[in-house]
């Protein structure tokens, strides 16, 4: 990752859509789950590629986690194929599925982040899985400081690196947490509702900032979302879930009221903003 990048702010307009033919960092045919009798996905073809932002629309219940859980073999699937950054995840031995794990950085709505630990402890636990061990004080090395201490001040928040999380705002915990998944290197970031606990002006930055990663980076960036305002504004394309069924899947820019209506039913109100 390179300093120019790590140091590029957020930019307020939306940079121009990704080129669609570059191969695909997920590419799901027939995925289905299905946990007892309940169907919670069926029928998923889907390709997602690198430096695009896909948003998930539903209800509740409607499979948004499931499917994201499925990209790392977390949830129970079957497939014709499900391929994540170059690995068919039902072929996956415990290694395997580690480094498949290790390729995705989450991003969740209550942060998880340690709260009595500081933003740039926290960042740096990002990194754990694939900077090596720790040293034989059992710190972080210079070198991993150094990264972590770029990608808070990529977030804008180089300023807070030595405050403890419970004393940062949602925003500002949120911005550490997208850090600590860039700590890691992602081939793919997995954002599950990660704006649900923000105002809508932080929302807006959340989101602004997680397109401009998947741009710069050239990864795809995965999110769902409750508010369909926020798709339109933020993502390239929308995936929409019903029941565990896609009743929608195209560009943003496409999707009408008649599109919303087929994902949420009639009950639409309070999901513009
Ligand atoms: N581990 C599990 N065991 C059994 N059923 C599950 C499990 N996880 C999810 N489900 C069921 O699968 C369906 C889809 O759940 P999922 O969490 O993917 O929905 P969602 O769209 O993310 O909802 P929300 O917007 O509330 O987060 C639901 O009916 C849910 O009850
Ligand atoms: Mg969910």
């Not at 940079?15 to 995925?31: D, H, I, M, S």
């Not at 007892?36 to 629309?57: N, T």
């Not at 704006?195 to 795809?220: F, H």
Request: aromatic residues 4%.
């Amino acid at each position: 990752m390179s300093a120019a990048v790590l140091n590029k702010p957020a930019t307020q307009g939306k940079p121009p859509a990704p080129p669609t033919q570059t191969t695909p960092t997920v590419t799901a045919r027939a995925l289905r789950v299905q946990y007892g009798e309940q169907l919670a996905l069926d029928s998923i073809d889907l390709d997602v590629r690198p430096g695009e932002v896909l948003a998930l629309l539903g209800h509740s219940g409607s499979g948004k986690s499931t499917l994201m859980k499925t990209f790392t073999g977390i949830a129970p699937f079957t497939a014709d194929k499900l391929e994540v950054a170059g690995r068919e995840v039902a072929k996956q031995n415990p290694a395997g599925l580690r480094e498949l794990r290790s390729d995705a950085g989450y991003v969740f709505q209550h942060f998880n982040l340690v709260p009595r630990l500081t933003a740039l402890t926290n960042v740096l636990t990002g990194g754990l899985h694939s900077a090596g061990p720790l040293n034989l004080l059992g710190t972080f090395s210079r070198a991993q400081r150094a990264t972590a201490l770029e990608l808070l001040d990529r977030v804008g928040l180089a300023h807070k690196a030595r405050q403890r999380c419970r004393e940062l705002s949602g925003g500002e915990q949120q911005r550490v947490a997208i850090a600590r998944a860039l700590m890691q290197r992602p081939r793919l970031i997995l954002a599950d509702e990660p704006v649900a606990s923000l105002d809508p002006r932080l929302a807006g930055t959340i989101l602004g900032l997680l397109r401009d990663i998947a741009r710069d980076e050239q990864i795809p960036v995965i999110v769902s979302l409750h508010v369909v305002g926020l798709a339109r504004r933020y993502a390239d394309r929308v995936i929409g879930l019903h029941s565990g069924w896609l009743v929608f899947a195209g560009p943003a820019a496409q999707l009408t009221e008649k599109e919303v209506h087929q994902i949420y039913g009639t009950d639409t109100e309070l999901l513009e903003n």
